[in-house]
């Protein structure tokens, strides 16, 4: 069992930043890929930006350019960095990580979220 706690989110004006956390309650190392969702009202919830336990990094078309992804090995933590957010980035964001395990032929994925922190950008 892997628990996750987000912080960092706020109330920023449009152009500002914020820096999210996702603090894990064991080693991130044995994670297969850790990421970032956000859930809108009214919206279904979207990937935001996910990292591979390999450090490979993919972002959803919106936020790509201004979001960037990072992991803290010794602090067991992951981030988000938002720059020049926009009211549309307005959402709860979820931090959701993944572990597999067992062989190949037969592997089991557990998949773990956070609670979520509200990002409200204001216009």
């Known amino acids: 069992q892997v628990e996750l706690v987000e912080s960092g989110g706020g109330l920023v004006h449009t152009g500002g930043s914020l820096r999210l956390s996702c603090a894990a309650s064991s080693s991130i190392f044995r994670l297969n890929v850790m990421g970032w969702y956000r859930q809108a009202a009214g919206k279904e919830r979207e990937l935001v930006a996910k990292i591979t336990s390999g450090g490979n990094v993919d972002y959803a078309d919106s936020v790509r350019g201004r979001f960037t992804i990072s992991r803290d090995f010794p602090k067991n933590t992951m981030y988000l960095q938002m720059d020049n957010l926009t009211p549309e980035d307005t959402a709860v964001y979820y931090c959701?990580?993944?572990?597999?395990?067992?062989?190949?032929?037969?592997?089991?994925?557990?998949?773990?979220w956070g609670q979520g922190t509200q990002v409200a950008v204001s216009s």
């Open positions: 959701n990580a993944e572990k597999q395990v067992g062989p190949v032929e037969r592997v089991v994925t557990y998949t773990y």
